[in-house]
């Protein structure tokens, strides 16, 4: 390859960024940018870019310009500073910190106090009048730098540190002193040495580098790859790095650290939220190691800081217009920024504060919808508990932590990450159940029900994983004394709760309850099912909220939003919810139960007579069904799809029957009908169904089937008109492959239903169109667009057959080992693939158009309630999306979503 000279920037000073380039500096640096330039007090440092990661993992070297550039920074740093890196009398220290674009709270790499050394330690113990303060930083960078840097076991150094406190009788670390930690660096360095076979690297800037490249590696960490999975990260877009003067908390009792929201990120309401530690470094009050004091507090502390920081947060949610969250610490009295972001938050609260800004005059309707999404509101449909129901005695509150991610959540308790995701897989619902988690317990947090943690505020690890997944969790329950060595907690009056007992916890109110607290509906949920209106005196905030944000987003979408629905009672809930339309029956629902039987004797039929008799036995009964549809959806268009399964799915299991039939014959007692239904299930036995005898196919293929469908459909509305209601059917006809599959149906019914019209002297106006969920039916769109009032993409079946997969066998198998090889970033079955499936769709809409303009196009796949998806339908400019009832209110969102973000 011709070797170009890559001319890319890698190195940005923080004066230089700004808050839209995330995609280059990450969050964390895009954000210390512009705190920067708003003149906020941001140490000084800068940003190396999310390119230089990228060339760092796709070649396994940095870029060849980035030590040089690195280097000028660096150089304009110390000069800022008046002191050089690691300098021996007087030491710039520097923290190397990860910054992806998207948060990704503890999963990567971060090294503290970069330029120490042997040389420079007593430099640092002199001008911070502090010789301990010195030997602790110098020994934290050996650990931090060991384990994360060098690879080395964190347990090693936790070992040493646990010792060199025994050996002193002392409890805690704040209890060595200067010659303690002294020794303990120098075990720390022996522990090193030995482990890696080479010293602790005393030149700072091979501290620094080396820093860099670990947090460059530490995107591809296990830990990082599961968080970007989870969380539907790409894994392409690496890393930032910024290094960033230290400033230090930890300088005694006029410093401490402390993080802040300019708003309750559970509540949405304007406040003082936050936590403060007093003496302490950062990472303390995000891992929740320590118990933080609320952030009001801190105005008893130092009521200078805290009125600047009250500034400041007003300013920053001015400049941002929305919540942000901070990160600040406090150095002997001088107060410092270290992070802010747009502050995650739970979902009742994304709608609350989008409404309230509104308010505020600070955004406008539009902005609000789009600082609201589809995976929020769905979030919102959960069940709540009933805290009003009549206890059964066995359940009673034993304790209360923070509110930190909400939902109900019951399950057994569990104290570790291993026993809660092997006893979920067999089924058991569990609560984790920690003193605080760390990002080890990731897999446990995902197989649980919610997480319990004793110690740690609304920031800690455990809140801010959990939050993220939209898990309930409650933290820092501090009554609660968790023993996890012996799997039990105890309560506060002594009674002991042990692995296995149930527990309640309710992630909005932080409240605990010993047994099962009986669930109830959301309000969420009871608003849109109309037992609640927004204006009533009992509805909440919330549901206000949520009623604005979803009129908005109706009045601005262009997609319309129907139903796959089967029965009447789908159907009207789904109306309640908004839908305009059913977009898919599926008349295969209406064979089964008591009806299958008659399925059985069409099957069965040997003469043209049999076979007519079967299907009249199913004629008034399909029209009854249709009927019902029809009432439930009154002056609003109602999609019935002819039969679509093989027939032998209605058949009983060909083995079951084998056996059945072999040992009635081996007593002489078979049965004739059991022997012919054995002949007819190895008849229609296929090697792989989905690709066989359905769909159109079997409209082909079994006469009258088709026809009987299309009368009762045409004698259900006949009916239906004649009461001077208004059916709107639709009948579509499925697994269309050529044009000339659906002119031979076409013809048919229509025949059928001019008889019908002619009978009952009405005028019916049905239309006739398709699904499109063959390759080949969207290649040919063209075509079948002649014989086709509307199309309806079936991007089930569609993206079976572009990808070759059957859904049923490949997503139990491989799938999981596609995903983490991060084949796809998520399952095409639930993401439109835009690439390939889309590609497609696309296609098919726009040949489509060009022979028939007014053909109507909608989707009816379940990526139809899917909220990428549904981005992408509007894109190309479908009529409608149709998904289940339930999703409803999410499609509507995201399709006025979609007006908004053009999109
Ligand atoms: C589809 O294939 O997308 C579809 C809606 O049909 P079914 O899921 O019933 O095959
Ligand atoms: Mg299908």
Redesign the pocket.
């Known amino acids: 390859m011709p070797h170009t000279q890559d001319q890319r920037k890698f190195v940005y000073d923080f004066t230089e960024g700004n808050k839209d380039l995330k995609d280059l500096l990450g969050g964390k640096g895009a954000n210390l940018a512009e705190m920067t330039n708003l003149g906020l007090p941001v140490p000084p440092g800068f940003t190396i870019t999310t390119d230089a990661c990228k060339v760092y993992l796709d070649s396994g070297d940095e870029p060849a310009a980035l030590r040089d550039e690195v280097s000028e920074h660096l150089a304009a740093l110390e000069e800022r500073m008046g002191k050089k890196l690691g300098q021996p009398d007087d030491p710039l220290l520097v923290s190397v910190r990860s910054g992806a674009k998207f948060s990704m709270p503890g999963m990567m790499d971060t090294v503290l106090n970069i330029g120490l050394s042997d040389s420079s330690v007593a430099g640092l113990a002199t001008q911070a009048g502090d010789e301990r303060f010195a030997w602790d930083s110098y020994r934290r960078l050996i650990q931090m730098f060991g384990k994360t840097v060098l690879g080395v076991d964190g347990e090693l150094f936790e070992e040493a540190l646990d010792e060199a406190k025994r050996t002193k009788g002392v409890k805690t670390d704040v209890e060595l002193d200067a010659g303690d930690l002294s020794t303990l660096v120098d075990e720390f360095k022996g522990i090193v040495a030995k482990e890696t076979g080479r010293d602790f690297p005393q030149d700072p800037r091979t501290q620094m580098d080396l820093a860099v490249r670990a947090v460059f590696d530490s995107w591809n960490g296990e830990r990082a790859k599961l968080y970007r999975r989870q969380e539907r990260i790409p894994h392409d877009l690496g890393t930032a790095v910024n290094v960033c003067s230290m400033v230090f908390g930890n300088l005694g009792p006029d410093s401490g650290t402390g993080v802040a929201f300019t708003r309750d990120p559970a509540s949405g309401h304007q406040g003082v939220y936050g936590d403060y530690l007093q003496n302490a470094q950062g990472e303390d009050v995000v891992a929740g190691i320590r118990n933080t004091v609320p952030l009001a507090e801190l105005e008893r502390i130092d009521k200078a800081s805290y009125d600047q920081l009250m500034k400041i947060m007003e300013t920053l949610e001015t400049h941002y217009k929305d919540l942000c969250d901070i990160e600040f610490t406090i150095e002997r009295g001088k107060l410092w920024m270290l992070q802010t972001r747009v502050g995650k938050r739970t979902a009742g609260a994304a709608f609350r504060i989008a409404t309230q800004l509104v308010d505020q005059g600070l955004i406008d309707e539009a902005e609000a919808l789009r600082r609201v999404n589809g995976a929020q509101l769905a979030q919102l449909m959960f069940p709540r508990f009933d805290d009003k129901a009549p206890g059964d005695g066995k359940v009673r509150p034993v304790g209360r932590g923070i509110a930190a991610s909400p939902g109900a959540a019951v399950g057994k308790a569990v104290f570790d990450s291993y026993t809660a995701v092997k006893w979920s897989r067999s089924g058991e619902k569990v609560i984790l159940v920690r003193r605080e988690t760390n990002p080890d317990d990731l897999n446990g947090m995902i197989a649980a029900e919610g997480i319990l943690t004793s110690r740690g505020g609304k920031t800690s690890h455990a809140a801010v994983v959990a939050r993220g997944m939209g898990k309930t969790c409650v933290c820092g329950a501090e009554d609660l004394e968790v023993d996890t060595k012996r799997r039990r907690m105890t309560l506060h009056d002594g009674t002991v709760v042990e692995e296995g007992d149930l527990l309640s916890i309710d992630g909005s109110t932080g409240k605990v309850y010993l047994g099962e607290v009986p669930v109830v509906p959301s309000p969420v949920v009871e608003y849109f099912e109309g037992r609640m209106h927004a204006g009533a005196a009992e509805a909440d905030e919330l549901v206000g909220a949520v009623h604005r944000i979803m009129s908005y987003a109706d009045r601005v979408r262009r997609l319309r939003v129907r139903a796959n629905a089967d029965n009447a009672e789908d159907a009207a809930r789904a109306r309640r919810f908004g839908a305009q339309g059913i977009g898919?029956c599926?008349t295969e629902h209406m064979f089964l139960g008591d009806r299958r039987e008659l399925v059985e004797r069409l099957i069965l039929a040997d003469t043209g007579d049999e076979r007519e008799a079967a299907l009249g036995a199913l004629l008034p009964l399909q029209k009854g069904d249709f009927v019902e549809l029809f009432e439930a959806m009154d002056g609003l268009p109602v999609t019935i799809r002819l039969l679509?399964p093989p027939l032998h799915e209605f058949l009983p299991d060909i083995t079951d029957l084998s056996v059945r039939v072999a040992l009635a014959e081996a007593r002489h007692e078979a049965h004739e009908n059991d022997l012919r239904l054995l002949q007819a299930v190895h008849r229609l036995h296929e090697q792989n169904p989905m690709l066989g005898l359905r769909g159109v196919r079997l409209g082909l293929v079994i006469p009258g089937l088709f026809a009987m469908q299309v009368r009762a459909i045409a004698e259900a509305a006949a009916q239906r008109k004649n009461a001077k209601a208004d059916p709107r059917a639709e009948i579509m006809i499925?697994l269309v492959g050529t044009v000339q599959e659906l002119e031979i149906v076409r013809e048919e019914a229509e025949r059928i239903i001019a008889e019908v019209e002619q009978a009952q002297g009405v005028e019916l106006k049905l239309t006739l169109g398709t699904?499109i969920?063959l390759p080949r039916a969207a290649l040919t769109a063209g075509q079948i667009a002649e014989c086709a009032d509307f199309f309806s993409f079936?991007?089930?079946?569609?993206t079976q057959t572009v990808w070759g997969f059957s859904r049923d066998d490949v997503e139990a198998s491989f799938f999981t080992a596609y995903l983490e090889k991060g084949i796809f970033g998520v399952s095409p079955f639930e993401t439109i693939d835009r690439g390939g499936v889309g590609k497609l769709v696309r296609l098919a809409t726009e040949a489509g158009r060009a022979t028939r303009p007014d053909l109507k196009l909608g989707v009816?796949?379940e990526h139809g309630g899917d909220p990428d998806s549904v981005h992408f339908f509007h894109e190309v400019g479908l009529d409608y999306v149709s998904c289940s009832p339930f999703r409803i209110p999410v499609a509507r969102l995201e399709a006025g979503r979609a007006t908004v973000t053009g999109g």
């Open positions: 898919l599926r679509d499925p699904m969920e079936g991007t089930n079946d569609l009816c796949g």
